[in-house]
C-alpha cells in the first residue's frame, strides 16, 4: 500500500522566508525602508513567550526590526488600548501584533479591533475580515494564507476541490472558507453539530482539520487520494516509558489527524510538527512587508 506524500511546512516556509529577506533587502536599498513589527504580549502564558520569541529571531533573521512590548497581565483595558492608539500613530511601526489569548478581564474584540486595519498583520480586524470575504485586497490571517499555499504548492490549480473544513474559528475555519471560495472550491464548513460528520468528510477532495481536538479524524473518514491539511496542535500524554528530566510524563504535540492512519489512505498529508505551524510565522513575515509598502504608497511584491 502507497502511503501519503507528506507535505513538508518547514521547507515551503522557508522559501517565502527567502523572499521576504530579499524583498526588505530591495525595500532599504531602493526606499530606505525597513519594514517593523511590533508585538504586544500581555501576561506570562508559557506557550506565548515561545512563540513570541520565535516571531523575533525570524523577524530579525529576514533583516526586520522586531520589537516585543511585554506587559503585566494585570494592565487595564483602557491602557492596552491606549498603546495600541500610540502604535497606529507611530509611522515607524508597520505590523501590530496582539499576541493571544489575552486576560479575561480584557474584551478581545474590542482591542482587536482597535488596531488599524493597515497595521493588523494577523488579518483579525473587521475591515481586513470584510474585504477577505468580498475578494479585494486585505491582510489575511497567517494561518489560513499558510493553508492555501499548502494546498496551492501541492495540488496547483485548486479550481473545482471539493473542500471541508473542519472547524468554524474566526481565526482558521472561516477565513480558510473564504480564501478557498477565491481558488473557486465548493467548500462546506463542518463543526460539533455536523450530521454524518465522517461521511461528509470522505466526500472531500481536500480536508481541513481545524477542530482542536487531539487524533479525532481517523483513517476511514479520508477520502482515498485526498489532500488533508492538519492545523491542531495538541499536547497528549507521550508513551508510559517516556518522561522528562523532572520525572513527569512527557508530552507527545499531535494534530487533529490520526496522522497514521491517515497516511494510508491520503494521497498528501501535512505532519503536525512541520506542517501548518512553519507557515504561520512566515505568513505573518509576510505580511508585514505588505503592509509596510501598503503604508508608504509602494507597489505590493509579489511575494
Known sequence: MN???IIDGKAIARRIRERVALEVE???????LTPSLTVILVGEDPASQIYVKSKEKQANEVGMISDTIRLKADITEKNLLKLINELNSDISVNGILLQLPLPEH????????AIDPLKDVDGFHLVNIGRLW???KASIPCTPSGCLQLLKETLGDLTGKRALILGRSNIVGKPMAALLLNENCTVTIAHSSTIDLADRCRESDILIAAVGRPQ????????????????GINRIDA??????IDGKPAKQLVGDVNFEEAKLVAGHISPVPGGVGPMTIANLLRNTVIAACWQMGIDEPNL
Open 3 to 5: 502511503e501519503a506524500q
Open 26 to 32: 530591495n525595500l532599504k536599498q531602493k526606499n530606505g
Open 106 to 113: 480584557i474584551d478581545e474584540g474590542k482591542v482587536i479591533f
Open 134 to 136: 468580498t475578494g479585494t
Open 216 to 231: 479525532m479524524i481517523l483513517g476511514d473518514w479520508i477520502k482515498p487520494g485526498s489532500t488533508v491539511i492538519d492545523v
Open 239 to 244: 508513551s508510559l516509558n517516556e518522561k522528562n
